[in-house]
């Protein structure tokens, strides 16, 4: 079908608000740890496309306590005429950290002592061989800590992000809560058995809301509850009104390393906005958009749209 590239009128007028409030969205019961993979990776790396497969088998068998960053780091991140650039200015030091490069990963920032690579790497980041040892292991632990995370955007400029964290045991005095700004559907160039121009970019850390290493909950015996709202302003690079953004939280030990849990959330937008799409197939635009509630289309034309 041919498409119509006319000027449209979206309206998206949401049934309900999300509300943000005083009541608990943690729980306070002892909880498994919550998988978070950081992984390495590159847009002029050969093996991305494969790696992917594998994350979303992990996905697939962990569901919701499976949580991935993409960190785009090293050489093979650094584009190439007309390529997207995904490096940001953290992505270097936690490959210092990890040990990683792509196409390594590392499973809660920290190696199993079931590893014993040929290859006498004993870096925390590990080959994909391990994901599946690392992720099991992760995942069939009780955290210390429970942690969870809601946003939204509050204007057009603005998120908010309400973190709250539990502990059913005692942690190591402090530690470090890290926020992290997720960006999703991201077509753009991917190496590859064959070079995609029009690889799905997902998953990429875009920004780290508390810094490089996060910030010192003050907090780590049993039974504190913490809580915090950041306020939030990404600027002017991520838009709300086509961006499909996710944001990650978790909790490290001091050492920077051993992430007991973290937790993941869509941003959503409770309001009724309105964008123009010139320039673009609706429907393809739709497509990517991580929202709730319900969409209008209006024609300010008289020509028929297909």
Not at 79 to 89: L, N
Request: aromatic share 10%; charged share 25%.
């Amino acid at each position: 079908m041919k498409h119509l590239f006319i000027l449209l009128t979206v309206s998206l007028t949401f049934a309900f608000a999300f509300q943000m409030n005083a009541q608990t969205i943690v729980s306070t019961e002892p909880m498994n740890r919550t998988i978070v993979l950081e992984s390495f990776t590159a847009v002029n790396n050969y093996n991305v496309s494969y790696i992917n497969n594998i994350i979303e088998e992990l996905r697939k068998k962990h569901t919701d306590q499976f949580i991935v960053i993409n960190i785009h780091d090293g050489e093979d991140a650094i584009p190439k005429s007309g390529q997207p650039d995904f490096r940001t200015q953290y992505g270097t030091r936690i490959a210092d950290l990890l040990d990683g490069h792509a196409p390594r990963g590392s499973f809660n920032r920290e190696r199993s002592p079931n590893i014993d690579d040929p290859s006498g790497s004993t870096g925390i980041a590990v080959r994909s061989t391990y994901w599946e040892l690392s992720a099991a292991e992760v995942a069939a632990e009780i955290s210390p800590v429970n942690i969870a995370v809601r946003s939204e955007w509050i204007d057009r400029e603005t998120i908010e992000i309400k973190i709250e964290a539990y502990f059913t045991d005692n942690c190591e005095p402090g530690c470090l809560l890290n926020v992290a700004l997720i960006e999703n559907g991201v077509v753009g160039y991917q190496e590859g058995p064959v070079d995609n121009p029009n690889f799905v970019h997902n998953n990429i850390l875009r920004d780290l809301v508390t810094g490089q290493w996060g910030e010192d909950i003050k907090m780590n015996a049993k039974g504190d509850f913490y809580e915090k709202t950041f306020a939030y302003k990404p600027g002017e690079k991520f838009s709300i009104y086509d961006r499909n953004y996710d944001i990650v939280a978790f909790i490290t030990k001091p050492s920077r390393t051993h992430i007991y849990s973290g937790a993941s959330t869509d941003v959503v937008i409770p309001f009724e906005t309105t964008m123009e799409l010139k320039g673009k197939p609706a429907m393809a635009f739709l497509e990517d958009q991580a929202v709730e509630g319900e969409i209008i289309l209006t024609n300010n034309f008289d020509k028929d749209v297909s």
